[in-house]
């Protein structure tokens, strides 16, 4: 069979590395897991191997579904877009994993997803762009610590595990990759409203050169004395995902 003709609009760069594969694939030891993206099963036939994972993958690619039917005709697939997927539904009760090398032009959102499950997902690894890779990671006070920085943080430990080169992808990206694994820390709540907790990190990420006296305003009563606490002179990369609950709690009464 043919090999998969690689379509830029559905992010497809294939690995041809198998030592990278099998590497990726380690990260996972056990359990159910999802696969996002699955190509051609590079990473698939290493997680396919471990008797101790039970897999299914999506891939939105119906060529890449219908090669992945013809080399592994065991793999349960579902053809269709992870990011419309009905998790609740593949996965009606417990917990999973979610792996990939996954589509980079949807990278944050399939994070985002992963956060809308966060206590039913212990673990989310797999690789993406290097950029993308070192803003989950990146302490306050750096110029990658963003909103996907401080909502993932505040409920997975993050580790960048290893960069990986333009030249072991087919066709190769324009950016380098890195393989990261998210593992679900032992917070149960953040004490505060968690809506409010993310309209306030990407309200003041939106304008992320401003103080937040600035930024805030439209979620703040104006003329609200809070503003005046020390806290607001701040810029938004400065803060710590605690900082963000407590200037969070400190907003939750004083609301537009
Ligand atoms: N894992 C493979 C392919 C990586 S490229 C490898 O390492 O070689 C990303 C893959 O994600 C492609 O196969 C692409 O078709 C698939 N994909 C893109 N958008 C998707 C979506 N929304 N849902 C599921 N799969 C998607």
């Not at 990011?83 to 009760?93: I, R």
């Not at 990369?237 to 004083?254: D, G, Y």
Request: hydrophobic letters at 40%.
């Amino acid at each position: 069979m043919q090999q998969v003709h690689a379509k830029k609009f559905l992010g497809q760069h294939f690995l041809t590395d198998l030592n990278v594969a099998r590497r990726i694939a380690e990260t996972l030891t056990q359990g159910p897991v999802l696969e996002i993206g699955p190509g051609m099963g590079v990473l698939t036939q290493f997680l396919l191997k471990n008797p101790d994972i039970d897999l299914t993958a999506i891939e939105l690619d119906r060529e890449s579904v219908a090669y992945l039917k013809e080399w592994y005709p065991e793999l349960k697939l579902i053809e269709g877009d992870f990011l419309k997927l009905d998790l609740n539904k593949l996965y009606p009760e417990g917990e999973f994993c979610v792996i990939g090398n996954y589509p980079y032009n949807i990278s944050s959102q399939i994070f985002f997803k992963v956060l809308d499950y966060k206590d039913r997902i212990p673990i989310c690894s797999g690789m993406i762009q290097k950029e993308v890779a070192e803003r989950l990671a990146s302490r306050p006070g750096k110029k990658a610590y963003g909103i996907l920085s401080v909502l993932l943080q505040a409920w997975y430990d993050i580790e960048y595990l290893f960069t990986v080169d333009e030249h072991v992808f087919n066709p190769p990206p324009k950016v380098k990759s890195a393989v990261v694994r998210l593992c679900r820390n032992s917070r149960h709540e953040l004490g505060c409203d968690e809506a409010l907790f993310k309209t306030v990190v990407k309200t003041a990420f939106n304008q992320r050169r401003k103080q937040m006296r600035n930024s805030l305003q439209g979620i703040v009563r104006k003329g609200n004395p809070i503003l005046n606490n020390e806290i607001f002179t701040k810029r938004p990369e400065q803060l710590s995902v605690e900082e963000f609950i407590n200037l969070t709690k400190l907003i939750e009464p004083c609301q537009n």
